[in-house]
Antibody, heavy 116, light 108 residues
């Protein structure tokens, strides 16, 4: 069974940092692009960042470039998102997902709250 | 950036009825790279359709997808009680990947 389990969310003050993790199991993690997708409360879905199988290619939505860094550790079957300079508008549930362009498997999400 | 516009915003139907959801792209989506997701309250999205018309693993055949130019359609042939949810389209033919704003299918 494919499992993606996010952790690391919480309450952080504006300007602060947070590191999200996603533990993968049940599939060959190193064979997949992986992505982060977020959803602000009551809003739609927004792609955040993606990383290639070997970690050598990364892409970000423009509004998060320079503040967020995606990374992975294939030996640990884990995906990460380092988030710096957080703003109130970054408040959202952050999902990790395996990617083939579309998002095939999703975690349950972790909530990040940045008060205004 | 490819903008996806979903309509209607809300669809009020009864179980057993047919649901037709629309997703219009602002420009051509290369290679039919369009997916559909279902999301229920408090849950993660679930992939239904990819490649505009291919059902994901385990998705019932009452769900189908089609395309005509820049217009994409998700059809649920007969609504089951568990199908009342929010549905999103997403394109992966261009960068950045973008989602539509969602269509809520609610019980009439």
């Amino acid at each position: 069974e494919v499992r993606l389990v996010e952790s690391g969310g919480g309450l952080v003050q504006p300007g602060g940092s947070l590191r999200l993790s996603c533990a993968a199991s049940g599939f060959t993690f190193s064979s997949y692009w992986m992505s982060w997708v977020r959803q602000a409360p009551g809003k739609g879905l927004e792609w955040v960042a993606s990383i290639k199988q070997d970690g050598n290619e990364k892409s970000y939505v423009d509004s998060m470039k320079g503040r967020f860094t995606i990374s992975r550790d294939n030996a640990k079957n884990s995906l990460y998102l380092q988030m710096n300079s957080l703003r109130a508008e970054d408040t959202a549930v952050y999902y990790c997902a395996s990617s083939r362009g579309y998002y095939e498997n999703w975690g349950q999400g972790t909530l990040v709250t940045v008060p205004s | 950036e490819i903008v996806l516009t979903q309509s209607p915003g809300t669809l009020s139907l009864s179980p057993g009825e047919r649901a037709t959801l629309s997703c219009r792209a602002s420009q051509s989506v290369s290679s039919s790279y369009l997916a559909w997701y279902q999301q229920k309250p408090g849950q993660a999205p679930r992939l239904l359709i990819y490649g505009a018309s291919s059902r994901a693993t385990g998705i019932p055949d009452r769900f189908s997808g089609s395309e005509s130019g820049t217009d994409f359609t998700l059809t649920i042939s007969r609504l089951e009680p568990e199908d009342f949810a929010v549905y999103y389209c997403q394109q992966y033919g261009g960068s950045p990947r973008t989602f539509g704003q969602g269509t809520k299918v609610e019980v009439k």
